[in-house]
T-cell receptor
Framework: SAVISQKPSRDICQRGTSLTIQCQVDSQVTMMFWYRQQPGQSLTLIATANQGSEATYESGFVIDKFPISRPNLTFSTLTVSNMSPEDSSIYLC?????????FGPGTRLTVT | GIQVEQSPPDLILQEGANSTLRCNFSDSVNNLQWFHQNPWGQLINLFYIPSGTKQNGRLSATTVATERYSLLYISSSQTTDSGVYFCAVEKSQGAQKLVFGQGTRLTINP
């Protein structure tokens, strides 16, 4: 298994600003992912955070809006840029161990 | 891409009842996981079950990979079982990423 922490756990932000979310894992992992869960919806993959190279984004998500860093095998950040109320969601970090994916507690973002 | 459908979307039961949640998927998979999202939003791993049957206490799961479905059984439900149950799959011979179903919202009333 893996123990994952995220900071902040929640935030309320003004539209037009940016927020950086941090994800820390208790062991080295190759694969890290960022997901978004809009209110009342399922989880959608934003991108795969690759160590030492640019993240791989899913259709509908772009680097300018969701820049991701992965400086080492235990840490990643996701920035939500130029926020609008539509960005209000839970953002979750996830890691792949031998077989399973495990999820962090999430960051609950509200944009006003 | 691969499609994941869960049923029923909502389920309301009395404490002590049993339930069966279903997950259908449209392609062969390397990975299938069941999660429980509690009221605080935390996703809890229940089963890694790309095929076969597993049991953990009151919960069990079966995946019939050849027929592309998985079932999650909850027996003797408790109020703490309330929340949303997600099935997620990773397509065979694809990128290592999970595609989630829309979830089943389970409410257990005392």
């Amino acid at each position: 298994s893996a123990v994952i922490s995220q900071k902040p756990s929640r935030d309320i932000c003004q539209r037009g600003t940016s927020l950086t979310i941090q994800c820390q894992v208790d062991s080295q992992v190759t694969m890290m992912f960022w997901y978004r869960q809009q209110p009342g919806q399922s989880l959608t993959l934003i991108a795969t955070a690759n160590q030492g190279s640019e993240a791989t984004y899913e259709s509908g998500f772009v680097i300018d809006k969701f820049p991701i860093s992965r400086p080492n095998l235990t840490f990643s950040t996701l920035t939500v840029s130029n926020m609008s109320p539509e960005d209000s969601s839970i953002y979750l970090c996830s890691v792949l161990t031998a077989y399973e994916q495990y999820f962090g507690p999430g960051t609950r973002l509200t944009v006003t | 891409g691969i499609q994941v459908e869960q049923s029923p979307p909502d389920l309301i039961l009395q404490e002590g009842a049993n339930s069966t949640l279903r997950c259908n998927f449209s392609d062969s998979v390397n990975n299938l996981q069941w999660f429980h999202q509690n009221p605080w939003g935390q996703l809890i791993n229940l089963f890694y079950i790309p095929s076969g049957t597993k049991q953990n206490g009151r919960l069990s799961a079966t995946t019939v990979a050849t027929e592309r479905y998985s079932l999650l059984y909850i027996s003797s439900s408790q109020t703490t079982d309330s929340g949303v149950y997600f099935c997620a799959v990773e397509k065979s011979q694809g990128a290592q990423k999970l595609v989630f179903g829309q979830g089943t919202r389970l409410t257990i009333n005392p």
